[in-house]
């Protein structure tokens, strides 16, 4: 059998046509790779809590991952022996591969996944798979990152994952909380449109899907989760966190480039060259409007309440034509909040100015307007490079997912 190719083994006790049933709502996936140590133990968990506490139809898919310690043979037993199982081999490793072959076949309205370790608590598949199911978001994922979440694990690996999500956030403007937990799921008309662009077939598979579906304007919906670290995990974390940061280098690359972006309907927003000459645009306006309105207001005020007041209002004015032109972000959602982190950029353009000027006056008591007028406008021309960047990665980060990203609160009861 060649790498990559697959072998399928449905339950002894359901026929094809169960199997292949349109009406199917929820498939799991648990990839698998020599865990037959674990692999009954757990599947006779996952299967009795759906049959018991899961209202979609299920089925549970076994990928096995060219395992050799006949975790193959033990899959295919329980796919025998209970009915909603599966079993699917591939003769090549990789989380991502499984994932994609089992998703890309699967006839079910929603496609999840979860480690075999089962470290999430199943409580957290309802939240997960529900607002899938209800068309409310697209993806969903497990969190243990986030606000309500209990996580149980030793400080090496949260200092990892922290550190880690926080690349992705400030690299690639993320703005989901835990990339690699494993609990996930998807809407399979997302993944149909996803899986093409989704180019890693291993462990950053997961941030890859993410990253390209916040790019796509999708709705992503985090659910915190009871998590407990598995002692026995055999990840290498070393290597894993190498060929994560490859692959963030990779996506980094893609979103310089402009390359790998969906085309969602109605979106206008211009890729990073377009967003640099835009703010840049707008930034000349700013500035010149700052000068003229210092020079009015030097008459009966002194330099630094003129250069506050003036740098408050071109701020304002800065904040909402970036806004609308530069990162195309529409209607009144978010608006407040949007001005409120922008005056906090102000803030520190504030404090950059005003030890320009400080330093100005401690240099010269009583330097001409001309002279204070062009180190205030060096000022904030090094202030407008650090207003690009606060305002990329954070104030209107991933703008296209801002306004979609869920949290928990906002599901309907």
Excluded at 96 to 114: C, F, I, P, Q
Excluded at 125 to 141: E, K, M, Q, T
Excluded at 221 to 234: A, G, I, N, Q
Aim: glycine share 8%.
């Amino acid at each position: 059998m060649v790498p990559g190719a697959l072998t399928r083994s449905l339950s002894a006790s359901a026929s094809p046509q169960a199997a292949e049933d349109p009406g199917l709502e929820v498939e799991i996936v648990v990839p698998v790779h020599n865990e037959v140590a674990t692999l009954a133990r757990s599947i006779y968990r996952l299967h009795a809590y759906l049959l018991s506490a899961f209202p979609f139809s299920f089925r549970v898919t076994i990928a096995d991952n060219a395992s050799s310690d006949g975790t193959w043979e033990a899959a295919l037993g329980l796919a025998s022996e209970l009915r909603e199982v599966t079993a699917l081999r591939l003769e090549a490793k990789g989380r991502g591969r499984a994932l994609e072959a089992v998703w890309s076949t699967s006839e079910a309205k929603v496609l999840a996944y979860m480690d075999v370790d089962l470290s999430t608590d199943l409580s957290g598949l309802l939240p997960l798979v529900a607002p899938l199911v209800s068309g409310h978001s697209d993806l969903a994922i497990g969190s243990r990152l986030t606000r309500g979440a209990r996580v149980v694990r030793g400080p090496k690996r949260e200092l990892i994952s922290r550190c880690y999500n926080t690349i992705l956030h400030v690299v690639l403007g993320t703005r989901f909380s835990d990339a690699q937990c494993g609990f996930k799921a998807i809407r399979a008309e997302s993944a149909r449109e996803l899986l093409p662009l989704v180019r890693d077939r291993a462990w950053f598979f997961d941030t890859e899907l993410l990253v390209r579906a916040e790019r796509a304007g999708m709705r992503i919906y985090e659910v915190p989760v009871d998590w407990v670290d598995d002692p026995d995990s055999r990840v290498d974390i070393l290597a894993t966190a190498l060929e994560d940061l490859r692959g963030v280098a990779r996506l980094a690359r893609d979103r310089r480039g402009g390359r790998a972006r969906v085309a969602v309907p109605g979106s206008e927003l211009p890729g990073f060259r377009g967003q640099v000459a835009r703010f840049a645009a707008i930034g000349v306006v700013s500035t010149l409007a700052y000068g003229l309105l210092y020079l009015a207001l030097r008459g009966a005020l002194d330099a630094e309440a003129a250069n506050a007041i003036a740098l408050l209002v071109t701020a304002i004015g800065n904040t909402a034509a970036n806004r609308r032109l530069t990162f195309a972000i529409r209607g009144g959602a978010r608006a407040v909040r949007h001005q409120l982190q922008g005056l906090v950029v102000f803030g520190l353009a504030l404090a950059l100015t005003s030890a320009a000027l400080y330093g100005l006056h401690a240099f010269s008591p009583h330097p001409a307007r001309a002279v204070e007028l062009v180190v205030l406008v060096a000022a904030n021309l090094l202030a407008t490079v650090l207003r690009f960047v606060l305002l990329r990665s954070w104030v209107f980060s991933a703008r296209r997912s801002a306004p979609l990203l869920a949290s928990t609160n906002e599901l309907p009861r």
